[in-house]
């Protein structure tokens, strides 16, 4: 908090995320609520999960097109993009009171895609100034911990604030549409409070930008996998990351199918509210680990992070299979997601203090792109034991593979060195 209080250019940067994040989270929650409402509303539903994967798969591109757009330009990118995605949204305000036929959905989908890509680029180009403005390993990881946590309390609030207004407004999808063109708008007005300093930083960076080597989208995709293959430690960091997001992203799949038919785990005596509790305690412990980076834990290696992540998921899965102890299942979770709240920003710090700006969002990218590998696997793979044999099979099989990359990460934690030690206080 200290650090969004005293940058001023980070509080900019941060008000202007956070503004466009609200806007988004309502439009995109909503969004779902009326595919679910058309005739087609199957077909719809699953159209906006396919399309909401888009983005991801060009990430490096996007990457590379921020480290390579002109230096002296990425203010006014940056400006001007947020108003582009004011006005794709007051046009989609326009064209969703259309009747819901298939052709007038896909206008639909495809605005909201194009904005999400837009924010992909723009969010890039914001790593540059980010870099700039913070100095040290430190104040890297403080900053990007401090945008994750409030971006979550965001999500969360704005939901349900979402879920409210849209009753209120008896199911008004055009309103919705103005609100999420609002915030973007007012998040464009926002960074021109920091023009000034924003357009000094592109000054600096264009210097560097000419005195370095000409590069195409392949070199700059194998210069970015170059540079993490042959840093060990942050390979072997990103070999333990993949393994985490791989058990991760199957959680809240597993636990649904196992405590749908495990009446002992219900808080309550009810299913919703078990997987509201689970999910609330999961996302507030995530939160606290990325607003408070000191609490001593910054001074632990990620690989030590890592597991503590995974044994209490070993744990959990032992609870699930064995003890069907639904208090032991949150505490366990709560341990689980509390250093996940740490890593990803300990991750972007250590990107952002080894890398040169030429390269900066390439590897930024190319990291979560290789991180992200692990989601379809790991869910296919549980989720699939669970369908094919049973729910505890896949929780047994699932411990196992925590144990696994537990024993792993403590063979890092003793043979490979932190890349980069934060700042002590």
């Given at each position: 908090?200290n650090?969004?209080?005293t940058?001023?250019?980070?509080?900019?940067?941060a008000n202007?995320?956070?503004?466009?994040?609200i806007?988004?989270v309502?439009?995109?929650?909503?969004?779902?609520i009326?595919?679910?409402t058309?005739?087609?509303?199957?077909?719809?539903?699953?159209?906006?999960?396919?399309?909401?994967l888009?983005?991801?798969?060009?990430?490096?591109?996007s990457?590379?097109?921020?480290?390579?757009t002109?230096?002296?330009?990425?203010?006014?990118f940056?400006?001007?993009?947020?108003l582009?995605?004011?006005a794709?949204?007051?046009?989609?305000?326009?064209?969703?009171q259309?009747?819901?036929?298939?052709?007038?959905?896909a206008?639909?989908?495809?605005?909201n895609?194009g904005?999400?890509?837009?924010?992909?680029?723009?969010?890039?180009?914001?790593?540059?100034?980010?870099?700039?403005?913070?100095?040290?390993?430190?104040?890297?990881?403080?900053?990007?911990?401090?945008?994750?946590?409030?971006?979550n309390?965001?999500?969360?609030?704005?939901?349900?604030?979402?879920?409210?207004?849209?009753?209120?407004?008896?199911?008004?999808?055009?309103?919705?549409?103005?609100i999420?063109?609002a915030s973007?708008?007012?998040?464009a007005?926002?960074?021109?409070?920091?023009?000034?300093?924003?357009k000094?930083?592109?000054?600096?960076?264009?210097?560097?930008?000419v005195?370095?080597?000409?590069?195409?989208?392949?070199?700059?995709?194998?210069?970015a996998?170059?540079?993490?293959?042959?840093?060990?430690?942050l390979?072997?960091?990103?070999?333990l990351?993949?393994?985490?997001?791989?058990?991760?992203?199957?959680?809240?799949?597993?636990?649904?199918?196992?405590?749908a038919?495990?009446?002992?785990l219900?808080?309550?005596?009810?299913?919703?509210?078990?997987?509201?509790i689970?999910?609330i305690?999961?996302?507030?412990?995530?939160?606290v680990?990325?607003?408070?980076?000191?609490?001593?834990?910054?001074?632990?290696?990620l690989?030590?992070?890592t597991?503590?992540t995974?044994?209490?998921?070993?744990l959990l899965a032992?609870?699930?299979?064995?003890?069907h102890?639904?208090?032991?299942?949150?505490?366990?979770?709560?341990?689980?997601?509390?250093?996940?709240?740490?890593?990803?920003?300990?991750?972007?710090?250590?990107?952002?203090?080894r890398?040169?700006?030429?390269?900066l969002?390439?590897?930024?990218?190319?990291?979560q792109?290789?991180?992200?590998?692990?989601?379809?696997?790991?869910?296919?793979?549980?989720?699939?034991i669970?369908?094919?044999?049973s729910?505890t099979?896949a929780?047994?099989?699932?411990?196992?593979?925590?144990?696994?990359?537990?024993?792993?990460?403590?063979?890092?934690?003793r043979?490979?060195?932190?890349p980069?030690?934060?700042?002590?206080?």
């Amino acid at each position: 908090m200290n650090i969004y209080r005293t940058n001023k250019p980070f509080r900019i940067l941060a008000n202007a995320a956070f503004l466009s994040n609200i806007g988004s989270v309502m439009f995109n929650f909503v969004f779902m609520i009326y595919a679910q409402t058309l005739p087609f509303k199957t077909l719809a539903l699953s159209l906006v999960t396919l399309a909401n994967l888009l983005p991801t798969l060009v990430t490096m591109p996007s990457g590379y097109l921020a480290d390579h757009t002109p230096a002296q330009r990425r203010f006014s990118f940056m400006f001007w993009l947020r108003l582009v995605q004011a006005a794709l949204y007051v046009g989609l305000a326009i064209i969703i009171q259309a009747p819901g036929t298939l052709a007038t959905f896909a206008l639909l989908l495809a605005i909201n895609v194009g904005s999400d890509l837009i924010a992909d680029f723009t969010g890039n180009l914001i790593f540059h100034y980010q870099k700039h403005i913070l100095h040290s390993q430190d104040e890297y990881q403080t900053g990007l911990g401090f945008l994750s946590g409030v971006g979550n309390i965001i999500s969360m609030v704005f939901q349900a604030v979402g879920t409210s207004l849209i009753l209120m407004l008896h199911h008004n999808y055009v309103a919705f549409g103005l609100i999420n063109a609002a915030s973007f708008a007012l998040a464009a007005l926002v960074l021109l409070q920091g023009r000034h300093q924003f357009k000094a930083a592109d000054t600096a960076a264009a210097a560097e930008q000419v005195a370095a080597a000409p590069e195409n989208m392949v070199q700059g995709f194998k210069r970015a996998m170059q540079f993490m293959v042959q840093d060990r430690a942050l390979f072997a960091i990103i070999i333990l990351a993949v393994g985490v997001n791989a058990l991760g992203t199957s959680i809240d799949g597993l636990l649904s199918v196992l405590i749908a038919n495990t009446t002992s785990l219900w808080f309550a005596h009810d299913f919703g509210v078990t997987l509201a509790i689970i999910g609330i305690s999961a996302s507030l412990s995530t939160t606290v680990a990325a607003l408070f980076m000191h609490d001593g834990l910054q001074h632990w290696s990620l690989p030590a992070l890592t597991m503590i992540t995974t044994g209490a998921l070993a744990l959990l899965a032992l609870d699930l299979v064995v003890w069907h102890n639904s208090f032991a299942m949150v505490a366990l979770l709560v341990i689980a997601c509390y250093p996940i709240g740490k890593i990803n920003p300990r991750l972007s710090a250590e990107i952002m203090s080894r890398v040169d700006n030429q390269h900066l969002a390439t590897v930024a990218s190319a990291l979560q792109t290789l991180i992200m590998i692990g989601a379809p696997a790991g869910t296919a793979l549980f989720l699939g034991i669970a369908n094919l044999s049973s729910p505890t099979l896949a929780w047994a099989v699932f411990g196992g593979c925590a144990v696994l990359i537990t024993l792993l990460a403590a063979w890092m934690r003793r043979f490979t060195s932190e890349p980069t030690t934060a700042t002590e206080e």
